[in-house]
């Protein structure tokens, strides 16, 4: 069984920056595609950002691109999300997860993805 636990939200400011990790045991780390999701109060799961196997291909979504990059380190077997330029909107608890299996695409979708981890909280203060 594949197990994902983030870690690194907070309470920040406008402006400020977080740095979330994704721990990803279970599996070969290096054949695992990661997805960061969100679910902000009172709304439903978005897609926020997606990484493919390799660590060659990303994309992030429009409210994020260019403040949101994801990253991963396969010696370290974690996937990361560096927010900067955080907003308010951006307040919500994130998701990392991982799919059934890993091909060599980018999985946007969170239908696509098999496995979760139990979030972690970020608060972003006006």
């Known amino acids: 069984q594949v197990q994902l636990e983030e870690s690194g939200g907070g309470l920040v400011q406008a402006g400020g920056s977080l740095r979330l990790s994704c721990a990803v045991s279970g599996r070969d780390f290096s054949t695992c595609a990661v997805g960061w999701f969100r679910q902000a109060p009172g709304k439903e799961r978005e897609f926020v950002a997606a990484?493919?196997?390799?660590?060659?291909?990303?994309y992030h979504t429009d409210s994020v691109k260019g403040r949101f990059t994801i990253s991963r380190d396969n010696a370290k077997n974690t996937a990361y999300l560096q927010m900067n330029s955080l907003k308010p909107g951006d307040t919500a608890v994130y998701y990392c997860a991982a799919p059934f299996y890993s091909g060599t695409n980018l999985y946007i979708r969170s239908s696509d993805y098999a496995y979760w981890g139990q979030g972690t909280q970020v608060t972003v203060s006006s």
């Open positions: 990484i493919s196997r390799g660590g060659g291909g990303t």
